[in-house]
């Protein structure tokens, strides 16, 4: 969970609360458990956060509650489409139709928020990131091919062949040394796969053979060693290949699937953002309405029916679904990209000129 929050807590619970207390019974909105009390439904980090954070503002402000769960669709919400007239679903629908005071599940403020609803200063980072399958480790059988590049083999065994022409034909002119050609190649392979060996009559072999034997078995010991040292590194740090490594390649990509929870904040981000790369997703998941799934999908499953699916949410709630899917199947299959997509701050919501807006953002 982010650091500013528990900073924040902390705070409240050593400095004395000196703001105007709202000494009132309200109606709370939230999606999440533990307060929804939702059956069957998992506790993940964001309920927790919201579970202390209204703990914290009861205290200080003095206040009762009780909470009030969005009838139609478990998320903030979005303008309602099928009714028109300035309705809303979700959460933002119920402060609009006076169903509840304030909600304690937050989110990210947009300017059609802030025509319908009074918006909270920020009390939360959270972070809009790419959820992926889980990558293959990509080193195979054949991988120790890979240590060198093609160019280097060849230059190897091209350099190792002519040191081995150059001692048998040495040997021949000068009469000395082993001069069986085969006899050296075996000698030159056996000590580039480390097994060692020798050849006959070493005495008889003149300074100009042992100079050049001298440098091939130096140049087979630095390649042996690098070699050995790049295979080791393969074998203790294997390389993993995503689906994709950021949001420009799921745009780029014509073959990925970027799904969206419908809905969600992260849904009217896409959808309202002036960002091009947002824009260009988004116009993929308009084409294909099936790309925007139901909050109430087991997500990580979805995201798994097709190798081409990749999820976009909330980083909190990606670590809780993958926390989930952990503990159901006791591996691990899915994983947050390194490079979110998009820093954001959220806010709490109130009912339009609420009178406990100022109350709240003088904490």
């Known amino acids: 969970m982010r650091t500013v929050l528990w900073i924040g807590f902390a705070i409240l619970s050593i400095v004395p ?42 205290q ?18 979005s303008p309602d489409q099928t009714k028109g007239n300035g309705s809303w679903t979700g959460v933002l629908g119920q402060l609009v139709r006076d169903e ?24 939360i980072l959270d972070d809009i990131s790419i959820v992926v399958p889980y990558p293959q480790q990509d080193t195979n059988a054949a991988g120790y091919l890979y240590a060198f590049d093609l160019a ?14 150059a001692i048998w034909v040495v040997a021949l ?12 190649l075996m000698f030159i392979t056996a000590v580039s796969l480390g097994q060692g060996g020798y050849l006959k009559q070493y005495s008889q072999y003149s300074s100009a053979s042992r100079l050049i034997q001298g440098a091939v078995l130096l140049a087979l010991l630095v390649v042996s060693y690098s070699f050995c040292g790049i295979v080791t590194s393969m074998i203790t740090s294997p390389r993993y ?6 949001i420009e390649d799921v745009v780029e990509n014509e073959n990925i699937r970027p799904l969206i929870i419908k809905e969600s904040s992260t849904h009217v981000e896409f959808e309202v953002s002036s960002n091009p790369i947002f824009q260009e997703a988004y116009k993929r998941i308009k084409a294909n309405p099936k790309l925007l799934i139901p909050s109430s999908s087991e997500f990580v499953d979805v995201l798994l029916s097709n190798p081409h699916n990749v999820l976009i949410m ?22 947050v990209l390194p490079k979110v997509v998009n820093d954001r701050t959220n806010s709490l919501f109130l009912q339009k000129d609420s009178p406990y807006t100022a109350t709240i953002n003088r904490l």
Request: charged share 20%; net charge neutral.
């Open 17 to 58: 609360c000196s703001c105007r207390k709202i000494n009132n019974h309200l109606r709370i909105a939230s999606y999440f458990n533990p307060l929804a009390n939702l059956s069957g439904v998992p506790v993940n980090k964001i309920g927790v956060i919201e579970y202390y954070l209204l703990d914290m503002l009861a």
């Open 60 to 77: 200080y402000l003095n206040f009762t509650y009780e909470i009030h769960v969005p009838s139609d669709v478990p998320q903030l919400g």
């Open 100 to 123: 509840v005071d304030m909600s304690i599940s937050f989110g990210p403020s947009f300017y059609s928020r802030h025509l319908i609803v009074d918006v909270s200063v920020s009390i």
């Open 152 to 165: 280097t083999w060849i230059t190897m065994i091209l350099s190792f062949s002519c040191g081995s022409l």
């Open 173 to 184: 002119v000068q009469k000395k040394g082993e001069q069986n050609l085969p006899t050296i």
């Open 241 to 246: 290949e995503f689906v994709v490594r950021s």
């Open 314 to 335: 909330s980083n909190l709630l990606a670590d809780s679904e993958i926390e989930k899917d952990i503990k159901r199947h006791r591996v691990c299959r899915t994983t």
